[in-house]
């Protein structure tokens, strides 16, 4: 078992990270009031409730859960008034927690019942997926969608700890996984070069879920992902790193209409698309953005994006918020390992990058979706 | 004009007391982007919006208005959605304010829309009721209501700015006037006997809407919920003297059914309650308990309970959160202008005190309700 803290003052946590995590040694002591709402999906609940629920009513708890529907199609504030109706038939008070199981659509809505619940009571995470573990555990944002916007609506809230078990990543999809270490490979490739060289040695063995290797992984992004975010909690700056890949990503997302390609799958492409303009922009070079698609194909992620006319892939590029003033700021490569925020790339360079990129024009088609 | 600040450091408002104040002073420059949603209800916003709407637009903010349905019914989370709806439907930004234009209704929701809105943008509050001026203009406490609990759901949002325009109380229902100065009140009982002796010498310039004397007596108001507020920010303990009167109200308004009498009327019966209380304990004495409901009458709010029977009211009163451990948690007077949080009330006392303020077993019997 390793164990990062998160350092926020007096709102510092603990993720502890590993196999068959202890409930009673990981959760239990960080738990103060009696009561707690365990939020998981009708997908998740099945596999890993009933550990969770026993365990904690053995360290004395009153457990109460409450399954909702699974699928980012739910994160809606329909769904989320669901959790408020459960603690509230549950008669639960202001010392009550809040103890989100499941992926980042879970921990994202529990987190804000939580934010919200008698203005903001106790929250624990659990998260299941790759993605949550390495993403949505360190940052404290949460929320739930509207119709005309993702995310749009949520609250900052830290958790007291979070617990990854890399057991329950088992019986996590195949695609599911990859997309997960899309964000992996992010962090590597934003300001870890050494990160990078452990990523290309190990990649298949993560492929192949073995359980020391990832909670490396894990514990590495989480540290990567803290550090960032403690150095800029109000994200005017070196947050900005952290979308490296995302804006190309999300205009392939937005094309292709949200839910077809998986988020981590979009971020892949997205990538390579950055460490192709990087290069274009002479800071790296051909073999460079090669070892970028390789790690890439090797965690059986796409390399290449789907076929969108030029002109519209860039209008989706201009939608994404971090046009600021007009001008597109994108995340690009110095060198592998070291990410910046720039507005240097010309339009034209861009126009070159998606045209380079597309999926019939390339050769490397590793792409899985 | 007066103005107070509320101390909070980095978190520092004013609150702008007068009539016909001017929003371009008042208002215009605590506004930091240019997008401005006005919240308020069918029966506000005809009544003043587009005065806010136009000297809005001539500071070159970009106005929008979104037109709540009026009442308490409708502080929950269907309405709540409405005013995302409308931020999204506008295009609105992370830079955008929410500005409240209301009373509490209006002002709890906004405030917490404002608060969730992409995690959160600026709050600015203009309210419009006597009560929402002395009460949910300082504190911070937003939120919405749900079928198993009022404002159980919200956020901790400070404003960046709090606008109380006593001119605008001339539109205001007699019943609306007088559950403000019932919270009015509270504060001189609580902690403030000079100005319970100003209240005496005005109370029926108070009941006329004098508007001199009205700001000066919000303004007296804010400042000691500030005060109080500001010395227990997070309610564990002097917060809890704004309580006076609560507990003895709630029950009234559970027994009735919520919006039967409105809360500063059961307030104000509360009150008396807690001064009969007090006298039986030994720490005030008749004449005392006569000046609090003396004051209390002459601001036409009820000074006798209605009748319920008392082993009832009893229970309402101890599902009041109020209650700690088992024991009920009272604020009572040690003296007219000093409340204290007390446990020694015996079950015994507090069944005389029910029974003696009844309706039907009082004999001043001022109550306009
Ligand atoms: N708060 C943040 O900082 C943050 C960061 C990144 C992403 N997010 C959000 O997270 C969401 C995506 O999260 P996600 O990728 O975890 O998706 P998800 O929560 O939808 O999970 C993906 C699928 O895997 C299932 N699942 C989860 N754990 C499983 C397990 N152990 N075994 C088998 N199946 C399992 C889920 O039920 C779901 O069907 C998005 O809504 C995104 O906005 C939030
Ligand atoms: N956030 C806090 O700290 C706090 C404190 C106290 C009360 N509250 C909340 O405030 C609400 C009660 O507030 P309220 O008493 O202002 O009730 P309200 O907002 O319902 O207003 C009362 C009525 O007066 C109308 N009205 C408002 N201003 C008017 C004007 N200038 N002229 C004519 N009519 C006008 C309203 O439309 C409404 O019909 C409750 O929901 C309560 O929970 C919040
Ligand atoms: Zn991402
Ligand atoms: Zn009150």
């Known amino acids: 078992m390793q164990t990062l803290h998160v350092e926020l003052g007096e709102r510092r946590y603990p993720i502890f990270i590993g196999s068959h995590l202890p ?3 990981c959760l239990a002591p960080y738990i103060k009031g009696r ?3 365990i939020v998981s999906n009708t997908t998740v609940a099945p596999l890993y409730m009933a550990g969770y ?3 904690l009513e053995h360290a004395g708890k009153q457990v109460m859960t409450c399954i909702l529907p699974d699928g980012e199609a739910y994160k809606n504030i329909d769904t989320l008034n669901l959790i408020f109706d459960a603690l509230l038939a549950a ?3 202001r010392d009550c927690t809040v103890l989100a199981l499941g992926g980042g659509v879970i921990g994202d809505m529990a987190g804000f019942a939580a934010a919200s619940f008698q203005r903001g009571v106790d929250f624990v995470q659990v998260p299941t997926t790759l993605l949550s573990q390495v993403d949505s555990s360190v940052g404290g944002k949460t929320g739930i969608n509207h119709p005309l916007g993702k995310n749009m609506i949520g609250a900052f809230k830290q958790p007291s700890v979070v617990m990854a078990d ?3 990543l088992d019986t996590l999809a195949d695609r599911e996984l990859s997309a997960g270490l899309a964000e992996i490979i992010k962090y590597a490739l934003l300001g870890d070069q050494d990160f990078l060289v452990w990523l290309e040695a190990h990649m298949e063995q993560l492929v192949a879920r073995d359980a020391n290797l990832l909670a490396e992984a894990v514990y590495r992004s989480c540290a990567h992902k803290a550090r960032i975010v403690a150095a800029d909690e109000h994200e005017h700056g070196d947050r900005a790193l952290l979308n490296l890949g995302h804006t190309f990503g999300h205009a392939i997302e937005a094309y292709l209409g949200y839910g077809e390609w998986l988020h981590g799958e979009a971020v892949a492409a997205g990538m390579v698309m950055a460490a192709d303009l990087s290069c274009r922009m002479g800071w790296i070079n051909a073999a460079d953005v090669n ?9 059986h992620l796409p390399t290449v994006c789907p076929a969108i006319p030029v002109e519209q892939f860039m209008a989706l590029m201009a939608q994404d918020k971090k046009v600021l003033a007009g001008q597109l700021r994108l995340i690009l490569l110095k060198q592998v390992g070291q990410a910046v925020i720039s507005r240097d790339a010309t339009p034209e360079l861009i126009w070159e990058t ?3 990129c597309q999926q019939p024009a390339h050769p490397v088609g590793e792409q899985n979706a």
């Not at 070892?291 to 965690?299: D, S, T």
């Open 291 to 299: 070892r970028v698609r390789q790690i890439i194909a090797r965690a």
């Open 354 to 356: 998606i045209a380079a």
């Open 91 to 93: 008669r639960f008070n």
């Open 53 to 55: 629920q026993d365990a």
């Open 23 to 25: 409930v009673q040694e």
């Open 35 to 37: 009561q707690v709402m």
């Open 166 to 168: 890399m057991a329950q």
